[in-house]
T-cell receptor, first 114, second 117 residues
């Protein structure tokens, strides 16, 4: 158990819909990362937050957005869903201290868009 | 841009055999971090090891060992006396250092290891 929690574990929805994925980082971790794992794209970085502020952006679509709240949990919002958005979405956290570069991953949310 | 190459898509071994998973990386950064993660059939990503670019010491942890060679930009992972429970997809990843703190991971495409009896 990495200490990172993600809800829900599975999500089935229809095209055009909007969903919210939630992540709680390990206790004490200030940084949260979102990754997408799909068969065709592999594991791709989406976005990083550090202590409530956006730190880095990767290949995140404009239809997707995220935020990190004062209690450090994070949410990833996916809207106008398409079939190609079906994937495993991971959240990871790290302390982001000078010597702590280790990212610990949650169990993932498996999204299926029908 | 950073890139991680895992040329072995799938490896199949018999239990107790040794197996090495290859990882080659590209980066322009002088300071970076390399990682290995394991993804068992259940789907979670399990952190195995981090290696700093300024530390080329090899590491051994039980049946696992890692060989980091900056000269060839490689960070290979060896499992000694493999077991069925080692069956998983293994990912190598590279992280840049952003203002001294952790940053995004760039993953390879993974190597699927199948260990049979």
């Amino acid at each position: 158990d990495s200490g990172v929690t993600q809800t829900p574990k599975h999500l089935i929805t229809a095209t055009g819909q909007r969903v919210t994925l939630r992540c709680s980082p390990r206790s004490g971790d200030l940084s949260v990362y979102w990754y997408q794992q799909s068969l065709d794209q592999g594991l791709q970085f989406l976005i990083q937050y550090y202590n409530g502020e956006e730190r880095a952006k990767g290949n995140i679509l404009e239809r997707f957005s995220a935020q990190q709240f004062p209690d450090l949990h994070s949410e990833l919002n996916l809207s106008s869903l398409e079939l190609g958005d079906s994937a495993l979405y991971f959240c990871a956290s790290s302390w982001a201290g000078a010597r702590d570069m280790d990212q610990y991953f949650g169990p993932g949310t498996r999204l299926l868009v029908l | 841009a950073q890139k991680v190459t895992q040329a072995q898509t799938e490896i199949s071994v018999v239990e107790k055999e040794d197996v090495t998973l290859d990882c080659v990386y590209e980066t322009r950064d002088t300071t970076y971090y390399l990682f290995w993660y394991k993804q068992p059939p259940s789907g979670e990503l399990v952190f195995l090891i981090r290696r700093n670019s300024f530390d080329e010491q090899n590491e051994i942890s039980g049946r696992y060992s890692w060989n980091f060679q900056k000269s060839t930009s490689s960070f290979n992972f060896t499992i000694t006396a493999s077991q069925v429970v080692d069956s998983a997809v293994y990912f190598c990843a590279l992280s840049e250092v952003n203002t001294g703190t952790a940053s995004k991971l760039t993953f390879g495409t993974g190597t699927r290891l199948q260990v049979t009896l």
